[in-house]
């Protein structure tokens, strides 16, 4: 039987990468979601993070 847990885990990085984000320069659009939250949330400021294999990217 196949490892679900292994074929997710590779499906989630194919798409992450698909998205050409990490290592670029800083988004509009990410930068308002997470203004838009923080005052969703009354909170001082939130993040969106994309997590890599062996990284993790604000």
């Not at 990085?13 to 308002?32: K, P």
């Not at 005052?39 to 990284?55: E, G, N, W, Y």
Request: net charge negative; charged share 30%; with cysteine.
């Amino acid at each position: 039987m196949a490892d679900l847990t292994s074929f997710n885990e590779q499906k989630r990085l194919e798409a992450l990468h698909s998205y050409d984000i990490l290592d670029t320069d800083t988004e509009g659009d990410f930068d308002d979601l997470t203004q838009l939250a923080a005052a969703i949330c009354d909170t001082p400021i939130s993040l969106i993070s994309f997590v890599d294999k062996d990284r993790q990217w604000f």
